[in-house]
């Protein structure tokens, strides 16, 4: 098969490579229905997380199951399943917490940006839909598996509560399905911090009530002056960048809740500040496997249609231009047919 290789900054190219086999009992082989471009996946492609020899890309998924290992029981070929970017066995003692990007067993996916993609642990990562899905659904299936999944942990992260003020910085696919899941949870006010027309229109569709373009001190300000100078309750970040960090700590009400699921890069606290601010912070990983049953079945109820953060569609052999259209942002996020 061929897949998606990232060589060096800005060199992804769409080679070959091995199909993947079963390599344990508790592996699954899937027949990706479609994949994505994270913006996570920036960072490498940008040289901002350096790599040390050519890298299999891609860790969002969804597909039918092709096989399993001897001792995979919950999932079968000929299912459609959606799983998340972390493996977990989910049943040790974090996994039981809800926080299975945290498993004892946990193993990274990668290489879904290829026809097949070799999933370990099986049993506990995938989810299985009920029938297979219509084509129409896809997006948002496929979405779930970790931009839906990571803006619902923002969310519940944040303490979203029915009636809460909260603001969203970053207006990538996670910062907006974030304002979508403040939505889902009962937000009144939800003030979205975006600069770029088609992400300010989409975050308003999403459910945002108020956009803010400035950022930084700027930024903050403004936030003060629309919660008459307390500040946010619940402040979702979702960037992963020093800036953006200070800005939500900033925008925070003493007392409220700061998520963060934006891969931090350069991010240094100073803790004397933060203790005067009187802000809880709680983040990491999003454990995408907790929300998954629920998620999916908010998608297949018509409630949630997060597939729209998709703004351009390219065969997968084209992956290398959806890596640019994200970098240059001519797209919010490119979905790769096989």
């Not at 990232?6 to 990706?32: G, H, M, N, Q, W």
């Not at 199951?65 to 040790?92: L, R």
């Not at 996994?95 to 193993?107: A, L, V």
């Not at 990571?150 to 009636?163: E, I, L, M, Q, S």
């Amino acid at each position: 098969m061929k897949g998606a290789v990232l060589y060096s900054p800005r060199d992804v190219r769409f080679e070959d490579r091995a199909d993947p086999t079963i390599l344990k009992p508790t592996d699954a082989v899937i027949r990706i229905a479609a994949t994505c471009v994270c913006g996570s996946d920036l960072w490498p492609y940008r040289g901002a997380q350096p790599i040390k020899q050519p890298t299999p890309m891609g860790h969002e998924y969804c597909g039918i199951v092709e096989e399993v290992g001897s001792g995979v029981k919950s999932v079968k070929p000929g299912q459609f399943v959606i799983g998340s970017f972390f493996a977990s066995d989910n049943t040790c003692p974090h996994c039981h917490h809800g926080y299975q990007t945290s498993c004892q067993q946990r193993e990274a996916v990668v290489g879904a940006q290829a026809p097949l993609l070799r999933v370990p642990l099986a049993d506990g990562t995938l989810v299985p839909t009920t029938d297979l899905p219509s084509d129409d659904l896809i997006p948002s299936l496929l979405a779930l598996s970790d931009v839906m999944g990571t803006g619902w942990f923002a969310a519940d992260a944040a303490c979203v509560r029915p009636g809460s003020t909260i603001a969203v910085v970053g207006d990538g696919a996670v910062g907006l399905l974030a304002v979508l899941s403040a939505r889902q949870m009962g937000a009144e006010r939800i003030i979205a911090m975006s600069r770029q027309g088609a992400r300010q229109k989409l975050a308003r569709e999403f459910g945002a009530t108020d956009i803010v373009t400035e950022r930084g001190d700027a930024g903050v300000a403004r936030i003060m002056e629309l919660t008459n100078g307390v500040g946010a309750d619940s402040v979702l970040e979702c960037v992963g960048t020093p800036e953006s960090m200070t800005q939500a700590i900033g925008a925070t009400r003493p007392g409220g809740y700061l998520s963060y699921v934006g891969v931090p890069h350069g991010v240094e606290l100073d803790g004397a500040a933060l203790f005067f601010t009187h802000v809880r912070l709680h983040g990491g990983p999003a454990p995408v496997r907790r929300y998954l049953p629920d998620l999916i079945d908010l998608v297949l109820r018509g409630e949630i249609d997060p597939g729209k953060v998709f703004d351009l569609t390219l065969p997968l052999d084209q992956v290398a231009e959806g890596y640019r259209a994200m970098d240059e942002r001519r797209a919010i996020k490119t979905l790769l047919q096989p």
